[in-house]
C-alpha cells in the first residue's frame, strides 16, 4: 500500500467514525478532552497580534471559537477530513469573521505553506492518526516559519490495558508515542503530563518552537 492510499484509507474510517459522533460531540467531549483551553492559553502571543493559527483536526470548531476569543487578529484556518464536523464547525461563524474552513487530510499537498505558518494546533487529533501521526509533525515542522510554534493536547498513556484496548476500539493509539518525536523536532516551550480521573490516563501538553 502506498502512503497515499495509506492516508485515504485513514481518512475514510475518521469520516465514517465522525458521521455520527458529529451529532453528540460536543455534549459528550468535554467529560474527557482535557487541556484544551489550557493549551490556547499557552500560545505565546498578545491579544492583539496578527498571527496565522492553522487547526489540523478542527472538529466542530470548539478550539478555533475560542482563538478567536483570545487573539482578536488571529487569521484562522480550520482542517478536518469529516464533513459532518466541519458543517458544525462552519455554523459557528459569520461570514464577517472569515474563517478558512478546508476538508481534507493534512499533507505536503498544502504547499503554499510552506515555512510560513505562525502556529499549527493538534487537538487530540494525533493519536487518531494512526500509522501516519509522525509524518504530520514533520509535515508541521515544514510549514511552520523559523520562530512558529506547534501546540499538541493530546492523550498520552494509561496504566490500564483495559482503557487502552478501550480507546483502541475509538481509533485512538495511547503508548506515550507523541512526545518523543515532538522533542526531537521542536523546542519544548511547555512540556506537560497530567493526570486525568486520578491517573486512569494521562494527557499532554506540549508547545514546541521551530528553531
Known amino acids: 500500500m502506498t502512503n497515499q492510499e495509506a492516508h485515504q484509507q485513514q481518512a475514510k474510517r475518521i469520516q465514517q467514525y465522525y458521521a455520527f459522533q458529529s451529532r453528540i460531540y460536543d455534549l459528550t467531549r468535554w467529560s474527557f478532552l482535557f487541556g484544551r483551553s489550557a493549551i490556547l492559553n499557552e500560545l505565546p502571543y498578545e491579544y492583539e497580534e496578527p498571527f496565522h493559527l492553522l ?100 492523550f498520552h498513556d494509561s496504566p490500564w490495558p483495559f482503557f487502552k484496548k478501550h480507546m483502541a476500539g475509538h481509533h485512538v493509539k495511547m503508548d506515550s508515542h507523541l512526545l518523543p518525536v515532538l522533542k526531537d523536532n521542536f523546542y519544548p516551550i511547555k512540556k506537560e503530563v497530567r493526570n486525568a480521573y486520578f491517573g486512569i490516563w494521562k494527557y499532554l501538553l506540549f508547545i514546541g518552537k521551530k528553531v
Not at 480550520?78 to 464536523?85: I, R, T, Y
Not at 474552513?101 to 494525533?126: H, M, R, V
Open 55 to 154: 487547526e489540523v483536526g478542527c472538529g466542530t470548531g470548539h478550539n478555533l471559537v475560542r482563538a478567536k476569543r483570545l487573539f482578536a487578529e488571529v487569521k484562522l484556518t480550520g482542517m478536518d477530513v469529516s464533513a459532518d464536523m466541519l458543517a458544525k464547525a462552519k455554523s459557528r461563524f459569520s461570514a464577517s469573521q472569515e474563517v478558512v474552513f478546508l476538508e481534507q487530510p493534512y499533507g505536503d499537498n498544502c504547499y503554499t505553506w510552506t515555512g510560513k505558518l505562525d502556529a499549527i494546533l493538534f487537538s487530540y487529533a494525533l493519536t487518531m492518526i494512526n500509522p501516519q501521526w509522525e509524518t504530520l509533525i514533520h509535515q508541521a515542522y515544514k510549514d511552520l516559519r523559523p520562530g512558529g510554534y506547534i501546540a499538541v493536547v493530546d
